[in-house]
């Protein structure tokens, strides 16, 4: 039953968001409350939700920081240097884009956060991909296998959490 109740929110927050009836934030707020409501956990439903704020906090908080600091970085140019190194070397040619794709996103990646690695190999390969034709899927999934490579380092981004004693 709670897998269906699962399925359907998923399912009624997408068509929310798609149809505009709800904006992102309000949606993601009010959606699983009135789930969690429907499955019956009522009295239980607040001290979840402090539960699951006091465990998601710290990380969501680091992954903020992250994305408005690259970000920044970005704005400032930081990376200009090695995108500039790398377009010297793609030109115009598919093949040379995608080995100068999966080289920045390799280095970028060595930070251990996927999501910087995205901002920064999209907003700076995206435009080079709408210029020579090719589909931006091709960047997704060239960015997705460097990055998924190099989240095994130490460092990055954990696959699971290992139980602790």
Known sequence: MLVLL???MIAVFMTLIMTKRLAP???LILV???FGLLAGSGPELSGA???SIKSVGPTACLLFFAIIFFGLMIDVGMFDPLIRFILRFVHH???RLAVGTALMTSIVSLDGDGSTTFII???AFLPLYQRVGMHPWVLTCIAATANGVLNTV???DPPFE???P
């Open 32 to 34: 699983p409350v009135l």
């Open 154 to 156: 130490p460092w990055g």
């Open 121 to 123: 190999v999209t907003s």
């Open 162 to 164: 290992h139980p602790r």
């Open 93 to 95: 040619d598919p093949v």
């Open 25 to 27: 934030v309000p949606a």
């Open 6 to 8: 699962g399925f359907g």
């Open 49 to 51: 939700v402090i539960s």
